[in-house]
């Protein structure tokens, strides 16, 4: 949290003179593939094992928390301990549990084994973000953090392939070799497990040091610039409606952020597609997140071409009417006879580069709008904890709403849970000149 780091005594950040191509790629990576495995690799797990969508999203979606939370603790990490230090810790830690997950699968008692694990999991990869990203801003200067930052996203993104590709093609690949799904997911999870060992040896070999610990003396003087920064985030100019903003913008997204992968994977009987693992991980995984990063960077061009207040709307309709998607692909579906997988692959790649592209106007309103003051870091971090905490009722409520209503019903409410969306965009306020 840089505006806290201000008040040290050491607080002139020298940057490290180790080279950031050693470790920025290897760092981001490992950033990825354990909040991969949370959100998206656990839940296709918990699908191929027979649990039902609504007790996948409501046992999963709470785990998310974790990263929401991160503000909270990060100002105490430097207290006793380097960045390195945790950095390195966390992913043997994340190592470990993924090893525990995988020795649990046998259990009759797993699921809830593995929730616990999950939650681990969770805090841990949220310590390991924290410490990446101090990492890279104490040890990169302003020019290297410019020229290695679509490396970071890239690298970033690397990971998710690994555990939503690898992971689950692993576990697919060895179910079609006739491997039974329990054990196909032992092997699956021991191998991330080890990733993330080899990812800790490497970093203990060229992560560079960093900022030194905070000495105890200065420790109450950045927990005071902590509450002083939330206090100044509070008595902005129109706070509240920039948080509606904030909350609201991605109310139907939410939906299906963890649904309509279950959607993807679920039998054709109960009205889903019925993709096989090594299908899924193809698309779900690898175009998914290409097509994820294309539509990213269209729409921070679209939006710094024409400023974000004349294109905000746009971006939100880019965002939501892709959703009609997987209405076409759930009434395709709901006689029991799937479309074809080029067409299934086509309607994915449509609403995700709908999202990506839609999604910027989220970031950059955060950005330009909140952050803007005395802790512009700090309250650009209280501002996306706050988006990703509102994600969590709506995806906890997915599964059960789709149990309930089935695929084709369910899709058509996401499209009318996209209209405050929609409202929030043409209402914002936007206190700051662009």
């Not at 609504?54 to 785990?63: F, M, N, R």
């Not at 555990?163 to 179910?175: D, K, S």
């Not at 009987?269 to 994820?292: C, F, N, P, R």
């Not at 990506?356 to 330009?368: A, E, K, R, T, W």
Request: hydrophobic residues 55%.
């Amino acid at each position: 949290m840089p505006d806290a780091a201000a008040l040290h005594s050491s607080s002139v950040v020298r940057p490290s003179r180790s080279r950031p191509g050693t470790w920025v790629p290897t760092a981001y990576l490992a950033e990825g593939i354990p909040y991969a495995m949370v959100i998206w690799c656990a839940g296709t797990m918990f699908k191929d094992m027979g649990h039902s969508d609504g007790e996948i999203t409501l046992a999963t979606a709470t785990v998310g928390i974790a990263w929401s939370l991160k503000p909270l603790w990060a100002i105490f990490l430097d207290i006793y301990r380097t960045k390195r230090f945790f950095v390195i810790a966390m992913e043997l830690l994340i190592a470990v549990v993924l090893g525990g997950i995988a020795l649990a699968l046998p259990l009759p008692n797993y699921f809830q084994i593995v929730i616990v694990g999950l939650w681990v999991l969770a805090f841990a990869s949220a310590t390991q973000d924290i410490c990446v990203d101090g990492l890279y801003i104490t040890s990169l200067d302003l020019h290297q953090q410019s020229r290695w930052m679509g490396v970071q996203g890239m690298c970033w993104n690397v990971g998710r392939i690994f555990a939503t590709a690898v992971v689950v093609g692993v576990a697919g690949t060895l179910q079609r070799g006739g491997t039974d799904p329990t054990e196909a997911w032992m092997y699956a999870m021991a191998m991330a497990g080890v990733a993330m060992v080899m990812l800790a040896i490497y970093h203990r070999l060229v992560l560079p040091i960093g900022v030194p610990a905070v000495r105890t003396a200065e420790t109450r003087a950045v927990i005071e610039t902590f509450v002083d920064a939330v206090r100044a985030f509070f008595r902005k100019d129109a706070i509240w409606g920039m948080l509606l903003f904030v909350f609201l913008y991605r109310a139907g997204e939410g939906f299906l952020l963890v649904e309509a992968p279950l959607f993807l994977q679920a039998p054709v009987a109960e009205g889903g597609l019925g993709l096989a693992l090594a299908q899924k991980s193809m698309l779900d995984g690898t175009v998914s997140t290409l097509v994820s990063v294309i539509g990213g960077l269209l729409g921070g061009a679209f939006a710094a071409r024409y400023g974000l207040r004349k294109v905000l709307i746009v971006l939100a309709l880019a965002m939501n009417v892709p959703h009609v998607c997987f209405v076409v692909l759930s009434q395709l579906a709901a006689d029991g006879n799937p479309p074809p997988l080029w067409s299934i692959y086509v309607l994915v790649s449509i609403e995700k580069l709908g999202y990506s592209f839609g999604f910027i106007g989220n970031m950059l309103y955060m950005m330009q709008q909140i952050a803007p003051g005395a802790y512009k870091m700090t309250h650009y971090a209280f501002s996306t904890a706050l988006m990703n905490l509102v994600l969590v009722p709506t995806q906890m409520a997915s599964g059960p709403l789709a149990d309930w209503l089935g695929y084709r019903s369910f899709f058509v409410f996401v499209m009318i849970a996209s209209i405050p969306s929609l409202w929030v965009a043409w209402r914002a306020p936007f206190p700051h000149r662009e």
